[in-house]
């Protein structure tokens, strides 16, 4: 198993829609990391959080420490948020990731 | 500021051959991250340096990587003898602090092919 589990691992939205995209991870940590890859490869810090909830633009990023638990929220969904969205904690000194969400937002 | 930077971009290489890989952290960035993502997989941390030290490997193969990241210069992932199933995008990450709770800030990626 695991030990950062995304879900879903693909996702398809029409522009304009409310998307969540949920990340569970088993190991105890100090922070979670949300990141963007762009479908050119590109990878893109998100947010990183510890505890509560971070709000940048229409993303909003929500961590539940003690349910082991963060999801990523984009609100009004725009064809550019086109893209894969990966969960990250940073276990010790390396990070351990998830396997990403397959984001596609139709216009 | 200019972010962080990686070079090649794109690197091919034949059986045998070494591959050199570089990434220069951001201004005022002294601790390097390097991850690998295998064709159709996920990040994986591969070894985490600050400036003249190796701080945890663990990631790393036992044979034929290694890194280093000089007082003066680029960050370096070398790897020798390649084989095809190094082909795979390895991107390198800076922090300025490297605590846990701090954002690492990604390069664009050196994708190798392994021909």
């Known amino acids: 198993k695991n030990e950062v589990e995304q879900s879903p691992q693909n996702l398809t939205a029409q522009e304009g829609e409310f998307i969540t995209i949920n990340c569970s991870y088993s190991?105890?940590?100090?922070?979670l990391h949300w990141l963007q890859q762009h479908p050119g490869g590109g990878i893109v810090s998100l947010f990183m959080?510890?505890?509560g909830k971070k709000k940048h633009g229409r993303l909003i990023a929500t961590i539940n420490i003690q349910e082991k638990h963060s999801s990523l929220h984009i609100t009004a969904s725009h064809p550019r948020d086109s893209a894969v969205y990966i969960c990250?904690?940073?276990?010790?000194?390396?990070?351990?990731f998830g396997a990403g969400t397959r984001l596609t937002v139709k216009p | 500021n200019a972010g962080v930077m990686q070079n090649p971009r794109h690197l091919v290489r034949r059986r045998g051959q070494e591959a050199r890989l570089r990434c220069s952290p951001m201004k005022g960035h002294s601790h390097v991250y390097w991850y690998r993502q295998l064709p159709e997989e996920g990040l994986k941390f591969m070894v985490y340096l600050q400036k003249e030290n190796i701080i945890d490997e663990s990631g790393m193969p036992k044979e034929r990587f290694s890194a280093e990241f000089p007082k003066e210069g680029p960050s370096i992932l070398r790897i020798q003898q390649v084989v095809r199933g190094d082909s795979a995008a390895y991107f390198c990450?800076?922090?300025?602090?490297?605590?846990?709770?701090?954002?690492?800030?990604f390069g664009p990626g050196t994708r190798l092919l392994v021909l």
């Open positions: 959080l510890s505890s």
């Open positions: 190991v105890g940590i100090s922070a």
């Open positions: 990250a904690v940073r276990f010790n000194n390396d990070m351990r």
């Open positions: 990450a800076s922090s300025r602090r490297g605590t846990e709770q701090e954002t690492q800030y």
